[in-house]
C-alpha cells in the first residue's frame, strides 16, 4: 500500500489536487482510499435523520447503511484524535491512500506552493518528508522533483513510482 500526503496553507488547492490525483488512480484501475484531516467539527449526518438523532441521544457509535454505501461514525468524547496509522489500518486494503493534510506525521507529501514568492510560507522547510512541489514558478531552495499545477498525470506518475 502506497500512502501519500496533499500539503499547503489554506486554499492552496490541496482538495482540488486530491480530487484530480484520486480520479486518475481510479480511472487507471487502482484501488484508491483517501483520508481528510479536518481542523474543525464536522458532522456527516444532519438534524432529522435517523443516525443524527440516534447520535444524539447518545450512541457513541452509529453505522449507517445502504446497498450503496456505508458509513460508521464514532463519537470520541474526550478520546483523543486517531493518528493517521491508525485511520489506515481503519481501510480494506487500497492500493493507495491519498491523505489530505495530517502535515506533521510521518508520510511522504507532496507540498503545494500556495505563493512562490513568500518563501517564509514553504512548509518543505520545517516539515519532514516533503518530497515533491507543486508550483508554477521553480523553487531553487527544493533540490527535489518539482511540478507545475497544470501536470497532474505526471504527478500520479511520481506518486505510482515513488519508492522511499
Known amino acids: 500500500m502506497k500512502v501519500f500526503g496533499i500539503v499547503g496553507w489554506k486554499n492552496s488547492g490541496k482538495t482540488y489536487f486530491a480530487q484530480q490525483i484520486i480520479s486518475i488512480l481510479s480511472s487507471l484501475n487502482h484501488r484508491v482510499a483517501s483520508i481528510k484531516h479536518a481542523h474543525h467539527d464536522f458532522n456527516i449526518d444532519y438534524p432529522g435523520t435517523d443516525s443524527y438523532l440516534f447520535r444524539k441521544a447518545g450512541s457513541q457509535q ?4 445502504s446497498t450503496k454505501r456505508w458509513a460508521k461514525i464514532n463519537e470520541l468524547k474526550n478520546a483523543p484524535e486517531k493518528k493517521l496509522n ?15 493534510g495530517f502535515k506533521n506525521e510521518n508520510h511522504p507529501k507532496i507540498e503545494i506552493i500556495k505563493d ?11 516539515l519532514n ?3 515533491a512541489l ?8 527544493f533540490t527535489l522533483d518539482q ?18
Request: no cysteine.
Open 134 to 141: 507543486i508550483s508554477d514558478i521553480h523553487i531553487d531552495s
Open 86 to 100: 491508525e485511520l489506515i489500518n481503519e481501510l480494506e486494503n487500497p492500493e493507495v491512500v491519498i491523505v489530505e
Open 116 to 126: 512562490s514568492n513568500d518563501r517564509s510560507s514553504f512548509m518543505f522547510n520545517n
Open 147 to 164: 511540478f507545475k499545477k497544470n501536470q497532474i498525470k505526471q504527478i500520479v506518475e511520481f506518486i505510482l513510482s515513488y519508492e522511499k
Open 62 to 65: 452509529v453505522i449507517i447503511s
Open 129 to 131: 518528508n516533503i518530497v
